[in-house]
């Protein structure tokens, strides 16, 4: 397998020089700060490359080979009428970016609500820090902070009920801080909701249900593929993180059945996912070696990482690597991702490497002490965000 590295930018305290020392040959980037639906200018694309790629005298060389993500504007996975336009704004980048060599293209099918993680910083037995997330605090925040209706009998009583008690028995600054984290957008997600957004379209997806919005990124998946297709590229799909019912929102990405149903809809071989093994793990009934064994041939970028189930509501944090409890062996699955590689040396593939990079990692040593360190994704900088793209 072959090591790459998540690398924010200019800003991202972590240096081009630094990631070069850890041993990985290419950096996985993105425009992220740029708003949905624009086209990314070509001079933009450019001049992270040549950021990425600069290399002292003697140096080992990194390449930009990955696109760290792009947003899927609203209207595309709501079906309005400004769809065909962004559709095909999305595979202008698409083009640009194959064209400078950037052919692995990851993004995330999630509508509104991306990653969801309820902590940040949540501390394990060793000391090092995780993200996490609480069951009862998501039903919290969906029932009494959101207000969503029909949402308190849609849940088993018993968490409705650990719920209510969570919420009468917590300050209500808790309550303050993940309101406005979720709402107003978390690191690496689409960007940050303005007052009264974020309610009008959950009122939206809502209505329009989970195989009406299947059927939306289908079409705009095929012809992301197509122009795949044409540029040489490979497109690669999260799952939803964590797949499970979150606000009543469409989910596709999160069991084995639903990624079926994306690439029967998509047959385009240039159409695959990312395999993220806390993320699948994290809704329980999903078998990781399942997904690897019915779609091995599908599997464009890897997250190996782990996670460990904190309680009977289905909680979790983010877990050690290697050390440590975890819901599952990591070694098993590097084992199996290995094997998928030799299946495909044995059958003459020619790009048979499966790039990954360690996801989620802990925050530990003196990374606690720095105020600039990046939990996903370095903040927007809403200065340039209308540069570089064009509508």
Known sequence: MRATWRWFGPQDPMTIDWI?????????????????????????????KKLVQATPPGQTPLAWDTLGGIAIADDIKLGRKDSARLTANFQETVRRLAQAGVRRINFTVMPLLDWVRTGLSTRLESGAEALGFDTVDFAVFDVHLVKRPGAEEELDPWLAEAARRRHAETPAQRW?????????????????????????????????????????????????????????????????????????????????????????????????MIFCSGSLASRRGNVLADFIDRFGSRIFYAHPRRIRFRDEFGSFTEAEH?????????????????????????????????????????????DQERADFVRGTRPSDSSRQLQNCVE
Not at 204 to 222: C, H, M, P, S, V
Not at 228 to 236: K, P
């Open 322 to 366: 290697l050390g440590g409890t975890a819901a599952f062996d990591l070694h098993d699955v590097l084992d199996l991702l290995m094997a998928e590689e030799a299946r495909r040396r044995s059958q003459g593939v020619v790009d048979w490497e499966i790039p990954y990079r360690a996801d989620h990692a802990c925050r530990i040593l003196y």
């Open 176 to 272: 303050q801080e993940l309101l406005t984290m979720l709402t107003r957008g978390l690191p690496g997600g689409p960007g940050q909701y303005a007052n009264g957004e974020f309610h009008s379209l959950l009122g939206a997806y809502q209505k329009l249900g989970t195989e009406a919005y299947r059927q939306n990124l289908i079409d705009f998946l095929g012809e992301v593929a197509r122009t795949c297709e044409e540029e040489g590229a490979v497109f690669a799909i999260h799952p939803d993180d964590p797949p499970i019912p979150l606000c009543g929102l469409p989910r596709i990405a999160s069991t084995l059945d639903d990624f079926a149903k994306i690439f029967e809809g998509v047959s385009s071989p240039r159409a695959g």
């Open 20 to 48: 070069r020392q850890s041993g990985v040959t290419s950096v996985e980037a993105s425009l992220s700060q740029l708003p949905p639906g624009c086209v990314w200018e070509a001079e933009a694309i450019d001049t992270l």
